[in-house]
């Protein structure tokens, strides 16, 4: 009997292929890349056509030694890593490792599926193909761009701003990003403004929540309290009448499946959750052969998949919730990859409740739903809804204000039965029962002082929306991206949302001085679109590369002679130092922030930095305090630890 070794990265992964194929197959994980650029050194031969000099990952000798060993006893190899860029330069190094390593090599075959479903492992091993060198080189592309900006603009920073710092190609873009927006909340100056709301008198039936729009046929801003004032003398005196009701039947389509910028922006929406913690659940899900693979940028969903989707709807909904063609949509953006899939369950027939999704992890499940949920939807009938605006007019002293209120009533809840939407309308009071030209009276003014707000600072959500719509990074990147900010230090979580640190604004101001270039949006996108053309074979590796180290390397050489040295604003604590009475002050180093003599390096006195929160612990009355994990992650705990091991990662009531 020949036997076939088949080769995937995770052990998971090769655990669920275990459960389709027959004893003839041996299936081994390579736990990921098991070749790399060096760590200690640039690794690429610049003048060589910036060759990469790959090593064997040191910590994958034994995976390798028993890869090298199962393939001397097999008769055919398989290569089934993940069907993208990543995936395809995992199997181009295992390829090489078995040419370097094999006096002689059986024969190598590449497959890619997209779920891990009995079906698609039998499609894909009947129609083996080869690796896609276009993906690999497009892969070696971004792996050597982000090398060379690295390794050479790092060392740099080490002696213009502070040792031990880091730059990358798209991070640091990232960072702009919310640099920018510190900036614009710094300069923010809230300005006043009044809302104005009425309640009025039916009868005997309260109408309230209507607001005020117009001042005679003008849109109102109230500016001011004495602004407000004198349109409260002359309301109250008004008369007023229902002066139109506009109602309109709306439809609202459903959305569409999940693609990976949707699903990290969903989970972040939905449940708070990074995009880390997002995709890890996803990539489980995925080798556990429960959801089609999850990085995708298209919005396509197969004619099975359809099928079945469209059976389930109509015997578990009714047939009124299946519309009479399967909706169909298209992404309008140059990333689509048409032959992939979107997100979706393999079996449609596995609801959130049952037993294989509740054996699952808490993160799994919550991430399974959302996408189980989202893609039933997505073939659902549309909402059906009925809108309705009331319109109060009031007259007096010469005056006329009109008073708006808006209601919204579901008619048929259509696809909202499973997902929504988080624009869409809130069910309000339907003042059906009301007429045209009804006086009414008012019953009461509620004025109401208000300000205008800065700029929100990013949510994980808002953040990827953002770098979605700019074209920087990829869905695929984003993840690593937020992380590598973090792990940084050159940005915090405060409350689930991005802000920049001191170490953070030095960096970024340094770059945008002296390299412009490399921290332009436009720029960065374009190298996207570069790295993107390579995947498609319209343009050559080798040729992006040189076009960018033309203009690079002279730049870095100028700036290593002529960039003064910055200085990184350090906060001050308004505390003597208890060794030589110099100030505190908050520094950020490896594991974060801690107090330290601002006299430093002459006095070397330091301590932890605690951030209070002015909480009470809920188990023992200590004080709440703000601590952080090795990557940045804040939680709440108890400052009497360890004595008291309270913690939590939500805010405590």
Not at 61 to 67: A, D, F, G, R, Y
Not at 103 to 128: D, M, S
Not at 329 to 358: D, F, G, M, N
């Amino acid at each position: 009997m020949s036997k076939s070794l088949v080769v995937v990265e995770s052990p998971t992964k090769a655990k669920t292929l275990g459960r389709f194929l027959p004893d003839s197959f041996q299936i081994l994980a390579s736990y990921g890349h098991i070749r790399d650029l060096p760590t200690k050194r640039l690794g690429i031969l610049v003048s060589q056509n910036f060759q990469p000099q790959y090593e064997y990952l040191e910590d994958k000798k034994k995976v390798i030694t028993s890869l090298i060993s199962a393939a001397k006893k097999a008769d055919e190899i398989i290569l089934a890593t993940d069907p993208d860029r990543e995936g395809e330069a995992i199997a181009s190094h295992l390829d090489y490792l078995f040419h370097d390593k094999l006096k002689k090599v059986p024969q190598i075959k590449r497959i890619t599926f997209h779920e891990i479903t009995p079906e698609a492992i039998k499609k894909a091993l009947a129609h083996p193909g080869k690796i896609d060198e276009n993906l690999v080189q497009a892969q070696q592309a971004r792996r050597l761009l982000d090398r060379l900006v690295g390794y050479k603009l790092s060392p740099l920073l080490w002696y213009k701003v502070r040792r031990g710092l880091s730059a990358g190609r798209v991070q640091s873009v990232v960072v702009r990003l919310i640099y920018e927006r510190e900036k614009e909340i710094e300069a923010f100056k809230p300005e006043e403004y009044w809302q104005l709301q009425a309640q009025f008198l039916r009868n005997k039936e309260s109408l309230d929540k209507f607001e005020l729009v117009k001042v005679n046929a003008k849109k109102i801003k109230i500016g001011s309290k004495a602004e407000l004032e004198k349109l409260l003398t002359w309301l109250e005196k008004s008369k007023y009448k229902i002066s139109a009701l506009k109602r309109k039947k709306v439809t609202t389509h459903p959305l569409p499946p999940l693609i990976t910028s949707a699903l990290q922006q969903a989970a972040s929406i939905e449940y708070g959750f990074n995009a880390s913690r997002t995709m890890r659940a996803a990539q489980s899900l995925y080798e556990k052969g429960l959801i089609t693979y999850h990085r995708t940028d298209s919005f396509n969903l197969a004619e099975s998949a359809i099928k079945e989707m469209r059976q389930f709807i109509k015997k578990t909904y009714g047939e009124e919730y299946l519309p009479p063609r399967p909706n169909v949509y298209r992404r309008k953006s140059k990333l689509a990859q048409e032959a992939h899939e979107a997100i979706r369950p393999t079996k449609i027939k596995v609801e959130p409740q049952s037993a294989p999704i509740q054996s699952l992890s808490r993160d799994e499940k919550k991430i399974y739903e959302l996408i189980w949920r989202r893609s039933l939807a997505s073939q659902m009938a549309d909402w059906q809804g009925e809108r309705l605006v009331v319109e109060i007019e009031g007259v007096g002293e010469g005056n006329n204000a009109l008073f708006r209120r808006r209601g919204v009533r579901t008619l048929f809840p259509g696809w909202r039965q499973l997902s929504r939407d988080e624009k869409e309308d809130k069910e309000l009071p339907f003042f059906s029962h009301l007429k045209e030209e009804e006086s009414v009276s008012l019953e009461k003014l509620l004025p109401e002082q208000k300000f205008t707000s800065p700029p929100k600072r990013y949510t994980d959500a808002s953040l990827i929306k953002k770098l979605e719509e700019m074209g920087i990074g990829r869905p695929s990147t984003y993840a690593p991206i937020l992380s590598k900010i973090q792990e940084r230090r050159y940005v915090e979580k405060e409350e689930k949302k991005f802000k920049l640190t001191n170490l953070g604004k030095a960096v970024t101001e340094f770059l945008l001085r002296y390299f412009p270039k490399i921290m332009d949006y436009n720029f960065t996108a374009k190298m996207e679109d570069g790295l993107d053309a390579i995947a498609q074979g319209k343009e050559k590796w080798l040729k992006l590369l040189s076009s960018f180290w033309k203009w690079f390397k002279p730049l870095l050489d100028e700036v290593k002679t002529k960039a003064e040295r910055v200085k990184i604003e350090v906060e001050k604590i308004g505390e003597k130092c208890p060794k030589c009475g110099g100030e505190l002050v908050i520094r950020i180093g490896k594991y974060g922030k801690f107090i330290s003599c601002s006299n430093y390096p002459k006095c070397d006195y330091t301590r932890e930095y605690v951030e209070k929160t002015g909480l009470k612990c809920p188990e023992c009355g200590g004080e709440v305090i703000i601590r952080k994990t090795k990557k940045g992650r804040r939680y709440y705990a108890c400052s009497n630890y360890p004595s008291c091991k309270w913690m939590s990662w939500r805010k405590p009531k």
